[in-house]
């Protein structure tokens, strides 16, 4: 094995320093040039150096009270890391603010927007650094440098699963030489998807001490507990890290992760990521948005209102109750597209393409999806998100949740106007069982994957397909 792959993992340390480093400069010449750019000169020099010391400090102690800014970050979506520097930033730039505007004494008075340009321009560069850094890794890892030689204990499905994972993140530079199984050689093969199966477990860290490992990853059933237990006694002599892989991919997980309470470890197997932190962001970023939206769509809305009242008999406002956060029924507001008329006990039946029950001007606006702006009002009340799975009928919720496995966990985050399942196509009827399938997969995914750029992201993809979508009628 190449002694270069070990360049990066010998110098770790060095690294983690530079990396800090670098964050403290980046924050304090973006500070500067903020300074620059709103007075148009760096006078006061006593000043600014107070104040970029405090600065320091701040950064020093919110950076080391998150535990993750400095992690390794091999193997972990770039967004992840991004949405964590972005706390960070905004958390000490916001103290550094309220410091110096009450506490600090300053010979002149600091405007709001030199904290936003400070904020935009920091973020920005941080975010292009740390990508240049990521980009620079890649490129070593081709080039043979800083990868990680792993073996895995466990040949069975956990550990080809783990194999056919790693084969789609090859910019990982996690390298798997070798498996290892009790059952080698007599119900194992001597190769497991391309990887080479060459001893029992009895075998393991004699390799170990032979090779030039970096990890060994446990892939064993939970049942193996005694035989775990042997295996790591016998590495106790080794430096190599030690991964365990829990066998719960035969779970359906939604948010999974793993925490403590009290000093105790808990693997999350199922979890709503609307609490603590999160949730206050989720309502902040629903309601400044929903209260511009609302603002700058009013006028639209006067005149959707009249056309509506002109175009048939019946209400402005199509009123209908759908299950909330936590499975709670909630009233959701749209502007009423169809003619009135009466459906069948316990059933609703959904729009179809040039059904006679919708109005013309109904026709128009389901198109365009414009019946949904009255829904910001219920964003604005708490009952809904701007982006979320999309609400059904109760009807259809009562007949899905049998035939759709973890249908209901659509409803451990609020129902959105927009979401995941809607920016890629799934709107409209969903006539059949594979279609709702195909949505709710896509709602899980959302909710497993929530982050405030996230919504951004669907926020906009929203605005771009809004006109172009031919799935609603």
């Known amino acids: ?133 990521r980009n620079f890794l890649r490129w070593m890892r081709r080039k043979g440098y800083n990868h990680r030689h792993i073996v895995i204990a466990g040949a069975g499905d956990l550990g080809r699963k783990v194999i056919r994972e790693l084969a789609q993140a090859t910019w990982t530079g996690l390298d798997v030489v070798a498996f290892f199984d009790d059952c080698y050689p007599n119900n194992i093969p001597r190769e497991v ?38 295996m790591i006694k016998s590495l106790r002599h080794s430096t190599v ?28 197997l199922s979890v709503t990521p609307m609490v603590g932190l999160n949730r206050k962001v989720k309502a902040v970023e629903d309601r400044v948005l929903a209260f511009l939206i609302l603002l700058l769509c009013m006028p639209l809305m006067l005149v959707i209102a009249i056309q509506v009242k002109r175009s048939s008999p019946g209400p402005i406002l199509f009123r209908q109750i759908r299950h909330g956060w936590d499975g709670r029924k909630v009233e959701v507001w749209k502007f009423r597209t169809m003619y009135l008329h009466e459906e069948p006990e316990g059933q609703v039946i959904q729009a179809k393409r040039n059904d006679s029950r919708v109005t013309p001007i109904g026709q128009f606006l389901r198109r365009t999806s414009l019946d949904e702006l009255p829904q910001f009002i219920n964003v604005l009340q708490g009952t809904m998100s701007i982006v979320g799975p999309r609400p059904h009928a109760v009807e259809h919720n009562i007949f899905y949740r049998d035939e759709i496995d973890q249908y209901m966990k659509r409803h451990i985050v609020k129902p959105g106007i927009t979401g995941w399942a809607q920016v890629n196509g799934l709107r409209g009827e969903t006539d059949t069982l594979e279609k709702m399938q195909r949505r709710v997969e896509f709602d899980l995914y959302y909710i497993s994957n929530w982050s405030l750029f996230f919504d951004i992201r669907i926020i906009l993809m929203t605005i771009i397909k809004l006109f172009f979508s031919r799935n609603a009628y």
């Not at 990887?195 to 064993?220: K, R, S």
Request: proline share 4%.
């Open 193 to 230: 998807e391309g990887i080479p199966v060459v001893g029992t477990l009895d075998d393991l860290h004699t390799f170990v001490e032979l090779n030039d490992i970096d990890q060994v990853w446990i892939a064993l059933p939970l049942r193996a507990e005694q035989r775990m237990k042997k």
């Open 241 to 268: 890290d030690i991964l365990f892989i829990p066998d719960i991919f035969t779970f359906d997980l939604l948010n999974h992760s793993i925490t403590q309470i009290s000093g105790i470890p808990v693997m999350n």
């Open 1 to 133: 094995m190449n002694k270069n792959n070990g360049l990066i993992k010998r110098n770790l340390r060095e690294l983690d320093l530079l990396m800090r480093f670098l964050d403290i400069v980046v924050l304090l010449t973006s500070g500067l040039f903020s300074l620059y750019w709103s007075f148009g000169s760096l006078t006061h020099p006593r000043e600014t150096l107070t104040i970029g010391l405090f600065v320091v400090l701040i950064w020093l102690v919110v950076a080391n009270a998150n535990n993750n800014l400095y992690r390794q970050w091999r193997g972990i979506s770039l967004w992840v890391e991004v949405g964590t520097v972005s706390w960070v930033l905004v958390l000490v730039i916001m103290i550094v603010a309220m410091v110096i505007r009450d506490l600090l004494i300053v010979s002149r008075p600091i405007p709001d927007l030199l904290f936003g340009k400070w904020l935009a321009i920091c973020w920005l560069m941080l975010v292009i650094y740390r990508v240049s850094l």
